[in-house]
């Protein structure tokens, strides 16, 4: 009997230990899966496994959690507690697996969009569409929906009909800004200028331009209103009245329109001087562009070299395989890569960047050319004469200065009328220097001159009863105060009419503080009784119209003007290189009645180039994709753009 129990205790013991070898084996293989979770679930990143292995603790809030072979709860406290971290606690891309990857895309749900931020969406853009000239049906095109989708899958883009109405809204708020901003300055300058789009409809822009208060040159949009009625004078005129209501500015705050050439728009801007005192200024870059262009065609080698020029470039243009030869020789010789470049007809600047461009190409295009696997046998008559290319280099020299007078008058963050007349002077001299050899480029040097000299003929004269606006402007630039292109007659004459016209703007200002004045002058506060002095002042203005301290006042406030004007003149000019609106930010307070006429003369540009800039941006959103855009549309978008500024 014994000896059976003993062989039951014996049995059950090595059963006990068999057992006990299985749990140990049993768990050696749970820590082993344990750590393979670790190392398959980025969770454990943001946890630590307790020793007892039944709970994790969180390395960010210490809370402790319940943990039972699953990384569940722990993804759940990431998402509510810390969401900043619960994209990172999805699985390893290197080891997961792809049903890991489908319960992560399960768990990690992406936010979701809310009103604000769907209208922030919205609003961003439209401001896309509008600073970079996009067309409205970009947000119907399938990439520009897949980009958006990848940037937030929940927003939903609205619709062309939703940016439009936004556009048209976002139109009025910048209209009113812009009112504001207008309401705040004395003195406006106005550019005008037409143009025709590709669907043949014919717009109108309109800038206005100022001095800030910072004494900074500002440039506004105001339109690029479409015109349904025939190009004439009164209409014209009428237009430019009405986009001047439009932003409620009034008449007497126009100092100047800047207009080309053309008769009718000259024409207009009689009637609107006329009407309302605008001074008249014709665009001076347009008048260059006439002087060159009649020069080029004057003499008849010029005309053929010019045209010679033209077809060479035109066969590269349209011959692919020219253009790659032309790259094949640039890199041989060295030159720098440049595409060669077609002229407009229209502008004559085109025509020098297109001859600078040959001449700086000439040996890579002429290798090219002589190239028979380009240039077919009888078609050698496309490269240029040896003394066409010669023409072509004392061309270039004349028409530089042409060229850098055009780019400084295009200017609108600086000033340009003032430097006008100084800028003509210069330019006679250096047409006429140095002396070529070629007398195709000397009648150009003549005939050139002529044309400045005809074309502005009446810059350097000033008649009182019709003021030169260019030569006031001149004589409140501090770099060209001193009037050295004016005879001696010629520079008193302006000199009177500045200081005329600062004692009217004197007299105008002062008129309330005059009165002001004399009211707290009649109080006498040194007399014994009030009763005594209101005798007194009566009795003293009895036996005149004009009291003497009105006299007085009067006699006062020309000595002051007329002080001030001759400090002004009397100062050394400042440097050209300077800044003269900087100049007159720091001595406004010395000349304050001179500084605002300055401000009502220095914001007329030189060229209506701002108005015609307009329409080259206009030019790009009423392109073949976008032809179906109303004008109203083409008018707010381009506004929008110009004036982007005040978004």
Known sequence: ???????????????????????EEGDASQDKGTKKRQKMSKVWEHFKLDTGGNTVTCIHCKTALAFHNSTSSMLQHLQRRHPVYSESGGPSPETSKSSQSRMDKFLYKVPSCSPELAAELSNSILNMIVTDMR??????DDG???????????????????????????YEVIKTKMKQALQETNSIALTTDIWTSIATEAYMGVTCHYIGKNWNMVSHSLTTMPLEERHTASNI?????????????PAKKIKAVVHDNGANVVAAAKILEERHGWASVR??????????????????????????????VEHFKKSELACTKLKDKQKQMGCKENMLVQDVSTRWNSTYAMLSRLQEQRWPVTATLSDP??????????????????????????????????VFMSGQQYVTLSALPHLVQKLKKNIQSPEFESAPVRSFQTHATEQVTERWQGLLEFIPESPNTILLAAALDPRFRKLRFLAAGEVLKVQSAVQAMALAAKQQV????????????????????????????????????????EQDEEQQLLQTVHQEVLMYFGEHPLSKKENPLTWWEKNAARYPTLAELARSLLCIPATSTPSERLFSAAGNIVSKKRASLSPEHVDMLTFLHFNKVLL
């Open 1 to 23: 009997m014994k000896k059976k129990q003993k062989q039951k205790k014996t049995m059950a013991a090595e059963m006990s230990g068999s057992c006990g070898g299985r749990d």
């Open 135 to 140: 067309p409205l049906s970009i947000v119907e």
């Open 144 to 170: 520009f929906k897949a980009m958006v989708s990848t940037f937030h899958p929940k927003y939903e883009l609205p619709s062309r009909t939703f940016f439009t109405k936004q556009m048209e809204k976002k």
């Open 237 to 249: 005129a009428e237009w430019i009245e009405e986009v001047t209501a439009k932003f409620d500015i």
């Open 283 to 312: 665009c001076a870059g347009h008048t260059l562009n006439l002087v060159v262009q009649n020069s080029l065609k004057y003499h008849q080698a010029i005309s053929k070299c010019v045209a010679a020029a033209r077809s060479l």
């Open 373 to 406: 696997a380009v240039t077919q046998r009888g078609k050698h008559y496309l490269d240029l004469k040896p003394e066409q290319w010669n023409l072509i280099e004392e061309l270039n020299q004349v028409l530089e200065p042409f060229e850098s007078a055009t």
């Open 510 to 549: 002062g008129q309330p503080t005059a009165s002001k004045h004399g009211a707290n002058n009649s109080t006498a506060q040194d007399t014994p009784t009030a009763g005594h002095a209101k005798n007194m002042t009566s009795f003293l203005d009895s036996d005149s119209t004009t009291s003497d301290e």
